[in-house]
Nanobody, 128 residues
Framework: QVTLVESGGGSVQAGGSLRLSCTAS????????MGWFRQIGDKEREGLAV????????YVSDSVKGRFTISRDSAKNTVYLQMNNVKPEDSGTYFC?????????????????????WGKGTLVTVFS
């Protein structure tokens, strides 16, 4: 049984920073990568960043490039999303995922049927 648990969400003033964590329990060794997505209201879930398991290569979607970075601590089975210079439009629920993700049109996208696991999400609120 694999679970992904996000933490680090909360309220932050515009222009500030926040670091989200996603800790995996159980064996996700077969997953291609781990990534971060967000959902704002009832909009479609948006891919933000991915880090590939074998190579450690990272990719950040154009919409947040220059402000968000993804990293990992393999010893802790944890992936991070560092959010800098946050804006009110960054408010939403942030999800961690493990599985197969690609890049298309300047953004991280899950391969259809390729996500093995999702976290339950952590809420981020940016106030001006």
């Amino acid at each position: 049984q694999v679970t992904l648990v996000e933490s680090g969400g909360g309220s932050v003033q515009a222009g500030g920073s926040l670091r989200l964590s996603c800790t995996a329990s159980g064996d996700i060794g077969s997953s291609n990568g781990m990534g971060w997505f967000r959902q704002i209201g009832d909009k479609e879930r948006e891919g933000l960043a991915v880090i590939y398991a074998k190579t450690g290569r990272t990719y950040v979607s154009d919409s947040v490039k220059g402000r968000f970075t993804i990293s990992r601590d393999s010893a802790k089975n944890t992936v991070y999303l560092q959010m800098n210079n946050v804006k009110p439009e960054d408010s939403g629920t942030y999800f961690c995922a493990a599985g197969l993700m690609g890049i298309g049109g300047g953004k991280v996208q899950p391969v259809t049927g390729g996500i093995d696991y999702w976290g339950k999400g952590t809420l981020v609120t940016v106030f001006s």
